[in-house]
């Protein structure tokens, strides 16, 4: 609250605007503490009506006093419900979660089946995004001939993106018949999903000696939507040999240009994980350690059910679910997570 209010008195000051830049970094801070400020000031101003109506009622007799007791009473777990949402205010942000990502989608173990499953994933993705007006742009897709596809690799635009779509890494698991299954056997397949934080240019020093661009010529399923010139790009990173495909686009300068929006991400994502993994071995989230080996989610055809078992949550709505709506799972997995990080501040406190 102090560094809200200290934030309030510099940018009031003439002199602050003369620096375009700095106005706009305080003012970034001053939005970001807004919703805790407000928030502890309606605490401040429960707790002064709790005060007033204890103090009125040592004044007070029968059933005046009853009243007012019965009033600090009611301000008492006003309070309480308060302190709670002040918890959650504070809790660290995830400072990823305003930021776009890289959507990777990758076919699994089951052949065919997985790829269709694949293809059935992206299409989920896509209309998600189409409803809550992220913008999808494909920087890679494998097809396959029947339908499927091996791989997609989606930059996906819009703020808060990230925070919405960062708990589907993981392994997907599917329960179906397949179409050419003859016995009505139900078959098992996987697909892996992993989404990466969109990475700025001060996030990742990249140094062009570091990369390898190769040129191609594109080319689709059964030798379909081929390109006669290169203008397929192929990134080879050589300290981490990570490796970016891209002919989506005809044009050789936007295939880079998408191509290295991914390097980027790939590098944010791999250099963030290091840092972070002797964390991620004391403990294991409700939401996933980020092993994307990890099942995190069964989709069941015969029984139109979907399971999350990191929250063991299952919804029986697998059609609209697959047509993108997933507002239901992301908000509890969300609510999740806000309740472990709770529990571990309570902990460390």
């Known amino acids: 609250m102090a560094r809200y209010e200290e934030l309030g008195e510099t940018l009031s000051r003439p002199e602050t605007l003369a620096d375009l830049d700095s106005w706009r970094a305080l003012s970034r801070e001053r939005a970001e503490l807004e919703p805790i400020a407000l928030a502890y000031g309606a605490y401040q101003k429960k707790q002064r009506e709790r005060d007033a109506a204890l103090a009125e009622a040592e004044k007070e007799t029968g059933e005046m ?27 660290p942000k995830d400072r990823n979660d305003e930021r776009g990502c890289t959507l990777e989608i990758r076919a699994g173990a089951g052949g065919e089946e997985a790829a269709l499953f694949a293809y059935d994933l992206y299409r989920m993705y896509q209309s998600y995004c189409e409803k809550h007006r992220f913008g999808w742009e494909v920087v890679d897709l494998n097809e396959t001939e029947l339908g499927g596809m091996k791989e997609a690799i989606v930059n996906i635009d819009g ?20 179409e050419t299954e003859s016995q009505g056997r139900i078959h098992t397949s996987t697909v892996t999903v992993a989404v990466l934080p969109e990475a ?30 290169e203008t397929a790009i192929r990134l080879t990173h050589f300290p981490t040999g990570i490796v970016v495909t891209c002919q989506d686009e005809r044009s050789q300068l936007k295939n880079k240009e998408k191509a290295y929006r991914v390097l980027r991400s790939r590098l944010y994502d791999y250099y963030n994980s ?26 069941n055809f015969p029984q139109s059910r979907i399971t999350d078992h990191r929250i063991g949550l299952s919804l029986h709505n697998l059609q609209s679910f697959l047509a993108g709506d997933l507002d239901e799972m992301i908000a509890a997995l969300a609510r999740a997570d806000t309740e472990r990080r709770l529990a571990q501040s309570a902990d460390n406190e």
């Open 65 to 91: 006093r009853e009243l007012l007791l019965d009033e600090a009473l009611a301000c008492k777990g006003e309070l309480a419900a308060m302190e709670g949402q002040l918890r959650v205010l504070l809790l």
């Open 159 to 178: 703020k808060g993106a990230y925070a919405r779509l960062k708990y589907e890494s993981g392994v997907h698991r599917v329960q179906r018949v397949p």
């Open 200 to 229: 700025e240019d001060v996030d990742v020093k990249l140094d062009d000696k570091d990369v390898r661009v190769d040129l191609f010529r594109s080319s689709g399923a059964g030798g379909q939507k081929v390109n006669k010139t």
């Open 274 to 299: 290091r840092a972070a993994s002797a964390e991620a071995a004391n403990r294991k989230s409700l939401v996933g350690t980020g092993d994307r080996s990890e099942r995190i989610r069964t989709y």
